[in-house]
């Protein structure tokens, strides 16, 4: 899509990497990206990981990172390709990390724009540079594998959706 002339990259994602940003980033020099990481709230975001997404926003001006911390979580994936002269939409089954785009099998399929767009957050959103990220309770050391989050407190919050898993005959 980059070299078809689109030059914002809108993303969500379950989970993030920062070296595969950092790769995006300086790959497509003309492009802006405004990441969203759906899983923050309850898996967490390493301190490295983080300290990068600070980094590269401050060092680039081409970057937002937001992490979502709402309920339930956003396990999406989701890239929305734009410019001046259209959109170009794509789901599917990668995070946006080497494992997603490089390392894993998955998919990505062309979905229409302006559904795609609706699935993205406007609240409960905490920008990777807030000054006040540490009150979130997100960042959390290498050697911490524990969530931020307990998934029982994730789940008595969230609605039960009932998804019938064979058909009624």
Request: with cysteine; hydrophobic share 35%.
């Amino acid at each position: 899509p980059c070299r078809a002339g689109y030059t914002n990259l809108k993303v969500i994602t379950g989970f993030a990497s920062s070296s595969f940003l950092y790769h995006v980033i300086h790959s497509f020099p003309d492009v802006r990206v405004d990441l969203t990481i759906g899983m923050a709230g309850v898996d967490g975001i390493r301190k490295w990981d983080h300290i990068e997404y600070q980094r590269i926003c401050n060092s680039t001006g081409r970057l937002t990172v937001r992490y979502y911390v709402g309920v339930p979580p956003i396990h999406i994936k989701g890239l929305v390709w734009s410019s001046a002269s259209g959109e170009a939409a794509y789901a599917g089954s990668s995070n946006f990390s080497w494992n997603g785009f490089r390392d894993y099998h998955e998919l990505m399929n062309e979905v229409d724009p302006r559904e795609l767009k609706k699935i993205f957050p406007e609240n409960n959103l905490v920008d990777c540079t807030d000054s006040d990220i540490a009150a979130a309770g997100i960042i959390r050391d290498a050697s911490d594998s524990s969530a931020p989050r307990s998934l029982k407190d994730v789940a008595l919050k969230s609605e039960v959706v009932h998804i019938p898993l064979f058909s009624e005959r």
